[in-house]
């Protein structure tokens, strides 16, 4: 089992910058593909990005170009830079972890998330 606690989030204008982190512990960090997902107010938690344990990386299409999500496997880290964000980005935004060399895109395949961290972009 993995345990994972999120960092980073907080207010910022539109056209800002946050980075958020996504640390773990517990078993090999290595074993487990991560995502990121958020959820706003009303709507469904959706999925942001994800990157396997070789650190190919997978974005929603509207995060392309915006967010740069990457790991680093002797620091049990994840990170999200998020970067021209824009009011629709605001939401809770959560790590997760699957113990699986693949990827997954929807947030039921994820047994195991953090707390989540809240971002707030001002227009």
């Known amino acids: 089992q993995v345990q994972l606690v999120e960092s980073g989030g907080g207010l910022v204008q539109a056209g800002g910058s946050l980075r958020l982190s996504c640390a773990t512990s517990?078993?090999?960090?290595?074993?487990?593909?991560m995502g990121w997902f958020r959820q706003a107010p009303g709507k469904e938690r959706e999925f942001v990005a994800a990157?396997?344990?070789?650190?190919?990386?997978y974005y929603a299409d509207s995060m392309k170009g915006r967010f740069t999500i990457s790991r680093d496997n002797a620091k049990n880290t994840m990170s999200l830079q998020m970067n021209s964000l824009e009011p629709e980005d605001t939401a809770v935004y959560y790590c997760?972890?699957?113990?699986?060399?693949?990827?997954?895109?929807?947030?039921?395949?994820?047994?195991?998330w953090g707390q989540g961290t809240r971002v707030t972009v001002s227009s």
């Open positions: 990157i396997n344990w070789r650190s190919k990386t």
């Open positions: 517990g078993r090999t960090f290595g074993d487990y593909a």
């Open positions: 997760a972890a699957r113990s699986s060399v693949v990827v997954a895109t929807t947030w039921n395949e994820y047994p195991y």
